[in-house]
C-alpha cells in the first residue's frame, strides 16, 4: 500500500477539536430528557427534566478515542487514507479500477449519522475470491475510521474465533458471548465461510446474530471469499446481508506478497545509503 501522507499513530491525531467530542451528548457526559410528569403531579404541571449518564461515551465527555485506545482491537490501526485504490494492476500491467468502490467506502465513514437515519445500508460486505489483496486491511481500516469519526467500538473477530464463541453458547448455555456479538457497537467478521462447518446450527446461531443486529440497524462489516449469491452459504443469512450491507468487490490480485518485494527493496536501498555515507564519512577522516 503507499504510504499515506498523513500522519499514522497507534491512534489518530484528531486536529478539529469538534471531532474528539462524543457524537451522542456532544461532550457533555450526560443526556437531557424530558418526560410527561406524572398523573399525580398537578394539572397541567411542566415536563420532568431527568438526566442520565451517555451510554455512548459512558460519561467520559470529549475524552473517548483517548479513554478506549487500549481497548481498540484490530488488525491494522490505520486509517482509510493508508489505503491505496490505485495497488491493483492486472496481468497485461494496467491498472484495475478501484476508485469508485473506494470513494464510496469513504461517504459511508464519513456520513455514517446521515446515512444511518436515511437508508437501510448498515455495514459493508467486502470480498473476493483472491486472499491477499486487502480486503482485511480495508474493513480494519473502515473499522478505525468508525472508531476516531464516530465513536464507534469495533469488536473484530476471524471466523475460526467466531465457531468457537458459538459452540460455547451451545454447549454450556453461555448467553454473554453470542449477546457480545449481536450487541457489539460494530461487530467486524474476517474471512466468513472460509470453513465448511456443514451444521446447521451453526447457520442458526449465526442467523441470530445478524438478524438482530438487522433489526436493531447496528452496522456490520464483513470480509469473505465468496459473494452473497454463492450457493455455497445459507440463504436467510445472505438475504439479510444483502439488504444491510453494501457489497465492495475487491479486484482479484494479490498484493500482499508484492508490497513484501517492494518493502524489503526499500529496506535494502536505505541501508545502502547508510553504508555509502559510512564510507564517505571514513574516507573523510
Known amino acids: ?22 457524537p451522542e451528548c456532544r461532550g457533555a457526559g450526560v443526556l437531557y430528557k424530558y418526560y410527561k410528569a406524572p398523573s399525580i403531579y398537578p394539572p397541567n404541571c411542566a415536563p420532568v427534566l431527568f438526566t442520565e449518564t451517555c451510554k455512548r ?3 467520559k465527555k470529549d475524552s473517548y478515542v483517548a479513554d478506549n485506545k487500549n481497548r481498540l482491537k484490530l488488525p491494522y490501526y490505520l486509517g482509510l487514507s493508508a489505503f491505496n485504490p490505485s495497488a491493483y494492476i492486472g496481468a497485461d500491467n494496467k491498472p484495475i479500477s478501484f476508485k469508485n468502490e473506494y470513494t464510496f467506502v469513504k461517504q459511508f465513514v464519513e456520513n455514517f449519522e446521515e446515512i444511518e437515519k436515511e437508508t437501510d445500508i448498515k455495514g459493508i460486505y467486502i470480498y473476493s ?6 480486503k482485511t486491511f480495508l474493513a ?8 476516531n469519526r464516530h465513536h464507534l467500538m469495533p469488536l ?4 475460526n474465533s467466531l465457531l468457537e ?3 460455547k453458547t451451545v454447549s454450556d448455555s453461555q448467553l454473554s458471548p453470542r449477546e457480545n456479538l449481536k450487541r457489539a457497537q460494530i461487530l467486524f467478521i474476517d474471512d466468513l465461510w472460509s470453513r465448511k462447518t456443514g451444521r446447521d446450527w451453526v447457520d442458526d446461531e449465526l442467523f441470530d446474530i445478524i438478524d438482530y443486529r438487522y433489526t436493531q440497524k447496528l452496522p456490520t462489516i464483513i470480509t469473505s471469499n465468496v459473494p452473497l449469491s454463492s450457493p455455497e452459504i445459507n440463504k436467510r443469512i445472505a438475504s439479510r446481508l444483502d439488504e444491510m450491507c453494501a457489497p465492495i468487490r475487491i479486484p482479484d490480485v494479490e498484493i500482499r506478497d508484492k508490497k513484501k518485494v517492494e518493502n524489503r527493496k526499500a529496506l535494502l536501498a536505505k541501508l545502502r545509503e547508510k553504508d555509502a555515507e559510512r564510507n564517505k564519512d571514513e574516507e573523510g577522516e
Open 1 to 22: 500500500m503507499e504510504k499515506s501522507t498523513e500522519c499514522m499513530t497507534d491512534l489518530p491525531i484528531v486536529s478539529d477539536e469538534g471531532q474528539s467530542k462524543c
Open 57 to 59: 461515551c459512558g460519561g
Open 129 to 134: 475470491k483472491t486472499g491477499g489483496n486487502g
Open 140 to 147: 480494519s481500516c473502515i473499522c478505525f475510521e468508525m472508531f
Open 156 to 159: 473484530y473477530i476471524r471466523e
Open 165 to 167: 464463541e458459538l459452540k
